[in-house]
């Protein structure tokens, strides 16, 4: 690249300098995340822009606006018009959803029905803020770009900053910190590497860009220089794997194999440098992946494990993305505003998911949803461009790695949305200035570089003050946040403020979130603990937030108590029904089983999905009061689902609860119909053991239990539960050859601990207390536990240890909960009883027989020593 023709100003040095803030600032302030970032982001990107347009106009030159320029611009541009309030019957022409959602939500509580095509204009102000920023980014970076000089140093901050990070995170690994800088602890996840990415995806996103930039560098520097670059790409690298991010892994080393590519097929044909060139980028490669490979080695294995399948793929990211098209598809005008998609999704969520999904992670599904068709005409230009610049001319070194680096990035988006984050995307802005504004001869004057356009110095500076204006007031209606709304809402439920405070807040949030179903919720909550009263607005509420998302469990579950306040009961029940459907796991133990009376009830409770219908039978099993409405249940379940495959847990559940009852006719029918349907199952064969034990024939039940152990031998709970019956029976030599048999098939704690409590009552049946206080002990270690303890003290006190087993009982109590303490103090005043009067009737043999005490005397000592 020859030099550049012209000096550079000091203000387009100025602009240099406020490019370079922004590309240390992103990735330091947690990648960009929090919502503060952006008044700098904004401020920066401004000064660079007026500056740049500053040392334009110094230089009697006219501003160039390249290919990209106008896409930033339409970005912006649909961001406003986004926002723009329309009449009801425009609004319903433009966005039918917006328009119903209004309709329907907002309304009735007499909020207006005009408004904007954003469902949460708060982050669509936000998002406008953010593209105005990178429009000024872009901006500024082609123009400080022109130098040789500028644009290296750019990509050189760039390539540091991400060695800078990767070599933070391998500090914090070294020191063992969980925390950054062992003080901030990210609250909802734990980063494999720890550095300011919270998210792993994002950090090897930024990563990845940094490492190919730096190996660009490396390949047009010498030395020293081209020393550290290549030691700065090789850091950057290291850390890409280090952060296990599967995606973020695949495409870097997608970039890297680009650059090698790329050099060795131009070497062909050119000197024996670039050939050199691609043999460097595959060292720096394969340098980064053994490195990395090394310190992560078993991590990475067990990642990798993790996505061996398309099954186990499709089961993650892959298979939300039907959802996320048929959102995007109800919004196929204008969209649904952009940012807004973390409040929007949920109406459309048709499973559901524990986290709260704020973004598609699909680069084409985040446009269409939040630009509709005109968010994929963006992301088509965006392509066309990128193209065009590949079918340019010979590239130099550096500009294809820039690429390469560009490509890989963009291309993890599809599976991730760090270009959502002003980190990664001013860095990549940046990174492609420098292509996109590349060194050479300057135009005949008259005439603009192809695919540029040409502003005059005072327009353009006239125009970055008055966008950088417009960012900073696009802020201030952006500084409102769904959490802090919800947070706010949460914190006056907490507080019980008067529930006509929290309904006129609701409300002005609500205005400001329309979309939100949390909001929704919270409103419904505060009536429904109103009591019965109430519970009609209750209900209205839920049923807003239901709207909004219908797959929300704590809104079905208040909608069920409404509705239980208003007498409308198989209403209820079918709302309990459908919160665990949605993913609440306690609904039917703690709540809903408690609530119904009739088996009528408990029926439309049950879900048509099997296996949440074998959880209420499992419930039922654990609290079968009334028993008769439970067993009528069981009668109507094994009709209802007799064709339905696993449902063996309704008969065995049946018959264990007849067994309890002592009907043993009923139990043995139901076992005998459970052989019938699956006689194969491990289930069937050892109910039927059950059966015969409570039958009184035991021999018989050890005999079934010994049949299906050759069959099932690495099954442990079938051996302890043979061994168990044997030692009830006294076979106690037998139970211990069941247990070494299975001895190897243990794999954890609890399983070890009830080995060695088996093991103990077979030496406690066999008389070898000593021994089996040995097995008990050890118990208490692997596994400790009130039983553990206490069983210890009854083995303690059978021997004659008094004070052991005091003590034995004592730390029982303390694993005890609060409310099951009471009533254990008279076993330990009765064995602190035995142990004085056992001390006291051994200090009267002594003091009647002087020898023996001389003789204890002398062994007190020996008994002492260590």
Same mark, same amino acid.
């Given at each position: 690249?020859?030099?550049?023709?012209?000096?550079?100003? #000091?203000?387009?040095?100025?602009?240099?300098?406020?490019?370079?803030?922004?590309?240390?600032?992103?990735?330091?302030?947690?990648?960009?995340?929090?919502?503060?970032?952006?008044?700098?982001?904004?401020?920066?990107?401004?000064?660079?822009?007026?500056?740049?347009?500053?040392?334009?106009? #110094?230089?009697?030159?006219?501003?160039?606006?390249?290919?990209?320029?106008?896409?930033?611009?339409?970005?912006?541009?649909?961001?406003?018009?986004?926002?723009?309030?329309?009449?009801?019957?425009?609004?319903?022409?433009?966005?039918?959803?917006?328009?119903?959602?209004?309709?329907?939500?907002?309304?009735?509580?007499?909020?207006?029905?005009?408004?904007?095509?954003?469902?949460?204009?708060?982050?669509?102000?936000?998002?406008?803020?953010?593209?105005?920023?990178?429009?000024?980014?872009?901006?500024?970076?082609?123009?400080?770009?022109?130098?040789?000089?500028?644009?290296?140093?750019?990509?050189?901050?760039?390539?540091?900053?991400?060695?800078?990070?990767?070599?933070?995170?391998?500090?914090?690994?070294?020191?063992?910190?969980?925390?950054?800088?062992?003080?901030?602890?990210?609250?909802?996840?734990?980063?494999?590497?720890?550095?300011?990415?919270?998210?792993?995806?994002?950090?090897?996103?930024?990563?990845?860009?940094?490492?190919?930039?730096?190996?660009?560098?490396?390949?047009?520097?010498?030395?020293?220089?081209?020393?550290?670059?290549?030691?700065?790409?090789?850091?950057?690298?290291?850390?890409?794997?280090?952060?296990?991010?599967?995606?973020?892994?695949?495409?870097?080393?997608?970039?890297?194999?680009?650059?090698?590519?790329?050099?060795?097929?131009?070497?062909?044909?050119?000197?024996?440098?670039?050939?050199?060139?691609?043999?460097?980028?595959?060292?720096?490669?394969?340098?980064?992946?053994?490195?990395?490979?090394?310190?992560?080695?078993?991590?990475?294995?067990?990642?990798?494990?993790?996505?061996?399948?398309?099954?186990?793929?499709?089961?993650?990211?892959?298979?939300?993305?039907?959802?996320?098209?048929?959102?995007?598809?109800?919004?196929?005008?204008?969209?649904?505003?952009?940012?807004?998609?973390?409040?929007?999704?949920?109406?459309?969520?048709?499973?559901?998911?524990?986290?709260?999904?704020?973004?598609?992670?699909?680069?084409?599904?985040?446009?269409?949803?939040?630009?509709?068709?005109?968010?994929?005409?963006?992301?088509?230009?965006?392509?066309?461009?990128?193209?065009?610049?590949?079918?340019?001319?010979?590239?130099?070194?550096?500009?294809?790695?820039?690429?390469?680096?560009?490509?890989?990035?963009?291309?993890?988006?599809?599976?991730?949305?760090?270009?959502?984050?002003?980190?990664?995307?001013?860095?990549?802005?940046?990174?492609?200035?420098?292509?996109?504004?590349?060194?050479?001869?300057?135009?005949?004057?008259?005439?603009?570089?192809?695919?540029?356009?040409?502003?005059?110095?005072?327009?353009?500076?006239?125009?970055?003050?008055?966008?950088?204006?417009?960012?900073?007031?696009?802020?201030?209606?952006?500084?409102?946040?769904?959490?802090?709304?919800?947070?706010?809402?949460?914190?006056?439920?907490?507080?019980?403020?008067?529930?006509?405070?929290?309904?006129?807040?609701?409300?002005?949030?609500?205005?400001?979130?329309?979309?939100?179903?949390?909001?929704?919720?919270?409103?419904?909550?505060?009536?429904?603990?109103?009591?019965?009263?109430?519970?009609?607005?209750?209900?209205?509420?839920?049923?807003?937030?239901?709207?909004?998302?219908?797959?929300?469990?704590?809104?079905?579950?208040?909608?069920?108590?409404?509705?239980?306040?208003?007498?409308?009961?198989?209403?209820?029940?079918?709302?309990?029904?459908?919160?665990?459907?949605?993913?609440?796991?306690?609904?039917?133990?703690?709540?809903?089983?408690?609530?119904?009376?009739?088996?009528?009830?408990?029926?439309?409770?049950?879900?048509?999905?099997?296996?949440?219908?074998?959880?209420?039978?499992?419930?039922?099993?654990?609290?079968?009061?009334?028993?008769?409405?439970?067993?009528?249940?069981?009668?109507?379940?094994?009709?209802?689902?007799?064709?339905?495959?696993?449902?063996?847990?309704?008969?065995?559940?049946?018959?264990?609860?007849?067994?309890?009852?002592?009907?043993?006719?009923?139990?043995?029918?139901?076992?005998?119909?459970?052989?019938?349907?699956?006689?194969?199952?491990?289930?069937?064969?050892?109910?039927?053991?059950?059966?015969? #034990?409570?039958?009184?024939?035991?021999?018989?039940?050890?005999?079934?239990?010994?049949?299906?152990?050759?069959?099932?031998?690495?099954?442990?709970?079938?051996?302890?539960?043979?061994?168990?019956?044997?030692?009830?029976?006294?076979?106690?030599?037998?139970?211990?050859?069941?247990?070494?048999?299975?001895?190897?098939?243990?794999?954890?704690?609890?399983?070890?601990?009830?080995?060695?409590?088996?093991?103990?009552?077979?030496?406690?049946?066999?008389?070898?207390?000593?021994?089996?206080?040995?097995?008990?002990?050890?118990?208490?270690?692997?596994?400790?536990?009130?039983?553990?303890?206490?069983?210890?003290?009854?083995?303690?006190?059978?021997?004659?240890?008094?004070?052991?087993?005091?003590?034995?009982?004592?730390?029982?109590?303390?694993?005890?909960?609060?409310?099951?303490?009471?009533?254990?103090?008279?076993?330990?005043?009765?064995?602190?009883?035995?142990?004085?009067?056992?001390?006291?009737?051994?200090?009267?043999?002594?003091?009647?027989?002087?020898?023996?005490?001389?003789?204890?005397?002398?062994?007190?000592?020996?008994?002492?020593?260590?």
């Amino acid at each position: 690249m020859p030099s550049p023709s012209r000096r550079t100003s #000091r203000y387009t040095l100025g602009a240099e300098a406020m490019l370079a803030g922004l590309a240390v600032l992103g990735p330091l302030a947690l990648g960009g995340a929090p919502t503060w970032v952006l008044w700098p982001l904004v401020g920066l990107s401004a000064a660079a822009a007026v500056l740049a347009c500053i040392g334009v106009r #110094r230089q009697g030159r006219k501003l160039h606006l390249p290919l990209f320029a106008p896409l930033l611009g339409l970005g912006a541009a649909l961001c406003l018009v986004q926002l723009v309030p329309l009449p009801p019957g425009l609004l319903a022409g433009v966005s039918p959803e917006a328009a119903s959602l209004r309709e329907f939500a907002l309304v009735p509580l007499g909020l207006p029905a005009a408004g904007p095509v954003s469902l949460d204009p708060p982050a669509t102000w936000r998002e406008l803020a953010k593209s105005l920023a990178y429009g000024l980014v872009f901006l500024a970076a082609v123009e400080v770009c022109r130098s040789q000089r500028s644009r290296r140093r750019l990509l050189a901050t760039l390539a540091f900053t991400g060695a800078g990070v990767a070599l933070l995170g391998l500090g914090h690994a070294l020191l063992g910190f969980d925390a950054l800088f062992g003080v901030r602890a990210y609250a909802h996840v734990r980063p494999p590497l720890v550095t300011p990415f919270g998210n792993p995806n994002h950090l090897a996103g930024f990563l990845g860009l940094s490492a190919t930039v730096a190996l660009g560098l490396a390949l047009v520097h010498h030395g020293v220089k081209r020393l550290a670059f290549f030691a700065a790409a090789g850091l950057s690298g290291m850390g890409v794997l280090l952060s296990l991010s599967r995606a973020g892994i695949f495409f870097f080393l997608v970039g890297q194999g680009l650059v090698a590519v790329g050099l060795w097929l131009q070497g062909r044909s050119a000197s024996r440098r670039r050939r050199s060139g691609g043999l460097a980028a595959l060292l720096v490669l394969c340098a980064s992946v053994g490195a990395g490979g090394y310190v992560a080695w078993e991590k990475l294995v067990v990642e990798a494990s993790t996505a061996r399948s398309m099954e186990t793929l499709r089961q993650g990211k892959l298979d939300l993305w039907p959802m996320m098209a048929e959102a995007a598809r109800a919004f196929p005008v204008l969209g649904m505003g952009r940012g807004a998609f973390e409040a929007a999704f949920p109406r459309y969520q048709s499973e559901p998911n524990p986290n709260t999904l704020t973004h598609p992670e699909n680069v084409a599904l985040q446009l269409a949803a939040e630009f509709g068709v005109p968010g994929l005409v963006l992301l088509g230009g965006w392509v066309w461009g990128f193209v065009r610049l590949l079918r340019r001319g010979r590239l130099e070194p550096l500009e294809l790695a820039v690429l390469a680096g560009l490509f890989a990035l963009g291309m993890h988006n599809l599976f991730d949305f760090s270009l959502e984050l002003p980190a990664c995307a001013v860095s990549a802005l940046v990174a492609l200035a420098a292509v996109v504004r590349p060194e050479g001869e300057s135009p005949p004057e008259g005439t603009a570089p192809a695919g540029r356009w040409r502003l005059p110095a005072s327009g353009a500076l006239a125009g970055a003050v008055v966008l950088g204006l417009l960012g900073f007031g696009a802020l201030v209606p952006g500084r409102h946040t769904l959490a802090e709304a919800e947070g706010e809402l949460s914190g006056r439920l907490a507080s019980r403020a008067p529930l006509e405070d929290v309904r006129a807040r609701g409300l002005s949030l609500i205005a400001r979130h329309p979309a939100d179903y949390l909001l929704y919720g919270l409103i419904g909550m505060a009536y429904a603990e109103g009591g019965p009263a109430h519970a009609g607005e209750a209900l209205a509420f839920v049923n807003r937030a239901l709207f909004l998302k219908p797959v929300d469990a704590a809104s079905h579950r208040i909608a069920a108590r409404a509705l239980l306040a208003l007498g409308r009961r198989r209403q209820a029940f079918l709302e309990y029904r459908l919160a665990r459907e949605a993913g609440d796991p306690e609904v039917l133990s703690h709540e809903a089983l408690r609530q119904a009376r009739t088996v009528e009830e408990l029926q439309v409770l049950t879900s048509e999905r099997p296996a949440l219908a074998w959880e209420v039978a499992h419930a039922l099993a654990a609290q079968p009061e009334p028993m008769v409405r439970t067993l009528a249940w069981f009668a109507w379940a094994r009709e209802h689902f007799a064709t339905a495959p696993d449902a063996e847990p309704l008969w065995t559940h049946e018959a264990r609860l007849r067994l309890v009852r002592g009907e043993l006719r009923e139990a043995a029918a139901l076992s005998g119909e459970l052989e019938q349907r699956a006689p194969d199952k491990l289930d069937a064969q050892l109910l039927r053991a059950e059966v015969l #034990r409570a039958q009184g024939q035991g021999p018989e039940a050890i005999r079934v239990l010994e049949r299906l152990v050759p069959r099932f031998p690495d099954n442990v709970g079938l051996a302890f539960t043979l061994a168990r019956q044997l030692v009830d029976e006294g076979l106690t030599h037998r139970a211990r050859e069941v247990m070494g048999r299975a001895a190897p098939f243990i794999v954890d704690a609890e399983q070890r601990a009830r080995l060695l409590t088996l093991e103990g009552a077979c030496f406690e049946r066999e008389g070898l207390l000593s021994r089996a206080l040995e097995r008990y002990q050890t118990v208490t270690w692997l596994a400790p536990s009130p039983g553990a303890q206490f069983t210890v003290a009854r083995l303690q006190e059978a021997m004659g240890r008094y004070g052991d087993a005091a003590r034995a009982v004592r730390e029982g109590v303390r694993l005890l909960p609060p409310e099951a303490r009471p009533g254990w103090d008279a076993w330990v005043a009765r064995l602190e009883s035995q142990q004085r009067q056992h001390m006291e009737e051994r200090r009267q043999q002594l003091l009647s027989n002087p020898q023996e005490e001389e003789t204890e005397n002398l062994l007190r000592p020996l008994e002492q020593a260590p």
